[in-house]
């Protein structure tokens, strides 16, 4: 599972726990400075729609079951990082790549394990499990098995893992969202984990 899951997010607002939002019509505009109007409105709305509804509120989220929780916290902890990875792309597309914030980065490899790698969805192959480290000085272990996909920080007595990928945060960071591949990572164990890991599509 890479990107966003492979599932469709929402265009609309956010809407009641139970459904997700109605589809909003209205496209982006094409003109520049019409464009980053249209996008601070769209980012004010959402920031004060969040703060509003406060961090525990729950509501529709296009994620299924699984660590992060449906609620506006977990809406909120999103955003960061796909904004990070979209900046990425923007200035990868104009030469100038700047350095992503160390602390942003981390958080939104946790992120993605809490969201993208965790399912009650029965794990098709044989039981497994990742490990992820990132050079500042954070891990996390990914357990994979019949019960599912289940990310955590790494124990301090984990035994050894089926697959390991070390890097920065910012590169673990970019390989979850499919912006790196594990050549550019140091890949130790099997390799075909993070393959199968990769290419699954979990059956809700």
Known sequence: MTESCR?????????????PP??????AP??????LAWFEESNNLLLRTLREAGPDRE???WWSAGVSPANARGVARRRVPEVLVHTYDA?????????MPVDLAIDGVAEFLDTCNSTPAAWAHEAATI???AT?????????DGTGAWPAPLPHDAPPPSASATGTAEQLLLFV????????????????????????????
């Open 7 to 19: 599932r469709r997010p929402p265009s609309g607002r956010a809407g009641p726990a139970g459904a």
């Open 22 to 27: 109605a589809e909003d019509a209205a496209e």
């Open 30 to 35: 094409r003109e520049l400075g019409a464009l």
């Open 59 to 61: 509501c529709w989220t």
């Open 91 to 99: 200035q990868l597309a104009a030469g100038s790549v700047q350095p």
């Open 131 to 133: 490990h992820y480290h």
């Open 136 to 144: 500042e000085g954070r891990s996390w272990l990914l357990t994979l």
């Open 177 to 204: 969202w499919g912006r790196r591949t594990l050549g550019d990572l140091k890949i130790e164990g099997d390799q075909q984990v993070f393959e199968r890991l990769i290419a699954w599509e979990p059956e809700e």
